[in-house]
């Protein structure tokens, strides 16, 4: 019997996957290489379902006899491992970005005198349609809450963007660009305290209350899919943490980032910074732990955000409080700075990385703001936000349009700062088909 290897994300499965392993299938014994989410986020977004869920579908289809792990994009590994007589793939994939993967596809299987078989594309399939179909349905709590720990262990880092509202939640959800064959996208959205404040016209002082974070939240758990970090300030008293954990899990967020200052909170970027006292160890790790016991799921996420190169107690302290946090259960760690410089962070990352316990390290690159995200992952990062960007490049946009009316005494000159009217009636489609 001969052996035949089909590569596969298997994500949404189609007609054109059944056709494929139905071809295959007449060659002889089908081996499906099922990528896992490491390989897939490695060139696009991570998959609706887990590995897991997709490999057992896949199991059950008619014609496959057995199905192995891909761990990346590359089919090289699997291949050398098993040596199949023959490799299925539909011919779409001998132009464009998979080209190169294709040539080596053929270089490596001349080596067993293996065959390359290109099944004719299935017409009629897009899989961007069928995704912007599972964008429409939605997701569930559940889903959204657990993803972005499948995303921590899938990518090298985690990219998350700051959202304020509905429409800014959409941009987070939907923006992308495409450099060499890769699409690069954000995972997800930050609710951050500073611009949910500054956009209702208060100062991030704590002063805006829960209810009304959850208003802001409901606007963007409305547009989106996509995993939800909630800046959730000090967490306040731990009496009152455990209802915000309470909340927000049952909304679907995936994690709250609670700061280890106490007294009135001021945002950590202030140039004064005088004032704010940070929290003691055992107070702040208590509220930490308050907040995991009430906790209705391991999924939610509860990182504890350490403000010592903030409040000048330094490194030392930093890292004492991490082990600490950690003890108490966190279950991340966020360590921020405005420097404007990334030496300070490295410095923990590095002393980060010789903890004997560690668990996923979250930066907020502001002011050091010319870091790479591939510097950041090279020192262990796991997760970067990027925190008030849409907020803070809307503002001089509106500001400028507003004041060319008044200067012009009329709108004419202000239209060309502007998206054109139909673009705006449209961009947002009406539900009713
Ligand atoms: C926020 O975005 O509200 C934050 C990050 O907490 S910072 O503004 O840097 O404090
Ligand atoms: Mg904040």
């Given at each position: 019997m001969k052996t035949v290897y089909i590569a596969m994300s298997a994500d949404i499965i189609h007609t054109g996957h059944l056709n494929i392993i139905q071809q295959a299938a007449k060659l002889g014994e089908v081996v499906v290489g099922v990528l896992t989410d490491e390989a897939v986020a490695s060139y696009k977004r991570l998959p609706f379902l887990c590995f897991q869920d997709r490999k057992t579908i896949v199991e059950n289809i008619v014609g496959v006899s057995k199905v192995i792990a891909?761990?990346?994009?590359?089919y090289i590994p699997n291949l050398e491992k098993i040596k199949p007589d023959y490799v299925v793939h539909g011919d779409?994939?001998?132009?464009?970005?998979q080209a190169k993967v294709r040539q080596s596809v053929v270089d490596t299987l001349a080596k067993w005198n293996g065959e390359l078989v290109e099944p004719k594309y299935t017409p009629g399939i897009s899989s961007t349609k069928l995704n912007n179909a599972i964008r429409e349905i939605g997701t569930t709590p559940e889903i959204r809450m657990k993803r972005l720990g499948r995303l921590i262990n899938a990518k090298k880092i985690v990219r998350i963007l700051e959202a304020h509202n509905g429409l800014s939640g959409l941009i987070a959800e939907n923006v992308f660009v495409e450099k060499n064959g890769v699409k690069y996208e954000f995972d997800g959205m930050w609710l951050s305290s500073l611009t949910d404040s500054i956009s209702k016209g208060?100062?991030?002082?704590?002063?805006?209350?829960l209810t009304s974070r959850i208003s802001t939240l409901n606007h963007i758990l409305e547009t989106t899919t996509k995993p939800i970090i909630y800046d959730?300030?000090?967490?306040?008293l731990a009496e009152h943490f455990v209802f915000m954990v309470r909340s927000l899990e049952r909304l679907g967020v995936s994690a709250v980032i609670i700061e280890d200052k106490i007294g009135l909170k001021k945002n950590s970027l202030l140039n004064t910074g005088q004032g704010q006292l940070q929290d003691d160890i055992e107070h702040f790790s208590d509220k930490i732990s308050c907040g995991k016991n009430a906790r209705?799921?391991?999924?939610f996420m509860i990182i504890a955000r350490i403000e010592s190169l903030i409040t000048g107690a330094g490194q030392k302290d930093a890292i004492t409080r991490a082990k600490a946090y950690i003890d108490a259960g966190a279950d991340g760690i966020m360590i921020h700075s405005k420097k404007s410089e990334p030496d300070e962070i490295f410095e923990f990352c590095r002393d980060y990385e010789k903890l004997n316990k560690t668990v996923p390290l979250v930066v907020v690159p502001s002011t050091y703001c010319q870091v790479t995200e591939e510097q950041l992952a090279d020192f262990g990062v796991n997760v970067v936000i990027y925190a008030n960007h849409l907020l803070r490049s809307a503002y001089p946009a509106m500001m400028n349009t507003a004041k060319l009316i008044l200067a012009s005494q009329r709108a004419k000159e202000a239209e060309q700062l502007c998206m054109s009217i139909k673009d705006i009636v449209t961009l947002i489609p009406n539900g009713v088909k």
């Open positions: 891909q761990e990346t994009l590359d779409d994939w001998k132009v464009g970005v208060k100062p991030d002082i704590e002063c805006v209350d959730g300030d000090s967490g306040g209705v799921t391991d999924d």
